[in-house]
């Protein structure tokens, strides 16, 4: 027998739904490697409302901006987004905590 349309789709947001991932893994292990061992609650919470505000607003953002400028405007429009995250990763550079350093010097 095959299933239809909407047991498929019940079932993928049933899996989606029960997938915790990166979305609540990475961020706490990122903190807890770059930040002080006292910031990391106050790093995770900042991160999780950030990334839960992205998430709420992403599809009015991305339906403006496809309305504007079609399809294509929204490729170009996440390209430079991009463009610009690298740009400024690259731009500060990677500062090492002092706990880190001396966390390997001891070891």
């Not at 610009?84 to 500060?92: G, K, M, P, V």
Request: glycine share 8%.
């Amino acid at each position: 027998m095959i299933a239809s349309a909407y047991t498929y789709v019940l079932i993928g947001c049933v899996w989606f739904g029960l997938g915790l991932g990166n979305v609540t893994s990475l961020p706490p292990l990122i903190a807890q490697a770059e930040f002080r061992r006292t910031d990391v609650p106050r790093v995770v919470a900042l991160v999780t409302s950030v990334s839960q505000a992205g998430y709420a607003f992403a599809p009015t953002i991305f339906a403006l901006i496809v309305t504007a400028t079609g399809p294509t405007g929204l490729f170009a429009t996440a390209a430079v987004v991009q463009l610009a995250a690298a740009a400024t990763l690259c731009s500060i550079g990677r500062n090492v905590p002092a706990h880190t350093l001396q966390s390997e010097t001891t070891s």
